[in-house]
């Protein structure tokens, strides 16, 4: 299973208007199936330095995902650990 960095676009505030702005996550992505698409995603977890610096090459590469975005829908989550991000995909992508 191969993973990297990710920032994922989670919504998009005053959509439309001069102060859109996009709302971002720092997530690991997951290709849990080994096709080349990371289809899944967990809270990033940046414990040093070096762990940095590779989620910022990561991003630089890849730019924004917005396939989660595109393809379903996000919410939050309280636990006891702070705030979780869900995803629930579009019924077209649950096929």
């Given at each position: 299973?191969?993973?990297?960095?990710?920032?994922?676009?989670?919504?998009?505030?005053?959509?439309?208007?001069?102060?859109?702005?996009?709302?971002?996550?720092?997530?690991?992505?997951?290709?849990?199936?080994?096709?080349?698409?990371?289809?899944?995603?967990?809270?990033?977890?940046?414990?040093?330095?070096?762990?940095?610096?590779?989620?910022?090459?990561d991003?630089?590469?890849?730019?924004?995902?917005?396939?989660?975005?595109?393809?379903?829908?996000?919410?939050?989550?309280?636990?006891s650990?702070?705030?979780?991000l869900?995803?629930?995909?579009?019924?077209?992508?649950?096929?």
């Amino acid at each position: 299973m191969a993973w990297k960095y990710g920032m994922i676009l989670v919504s998009v505030e005053d959509e439309g208007t001069e102060y859109e702005e996009e709302l971002c996550e720092l997530v690991e992505l997951y290709d849990l199936d080994g096709d080349g698409h990371h289809e899944a995603f967990c809270h990033a977890s940046v414990l040093s330095p070096e762990e940095l610096f590779a989620a910022a090459k990561d991003v630089e590469r890849d730019g924004i995902n917005k396939w989660f975005a595109q393809n379903g829908t996000f919410s939050w989550e309280n636990d006891s650990r702070g705030r979780r991000l869900n995803w629930e995909p579009t019924e077209t992508e649950k096929e």
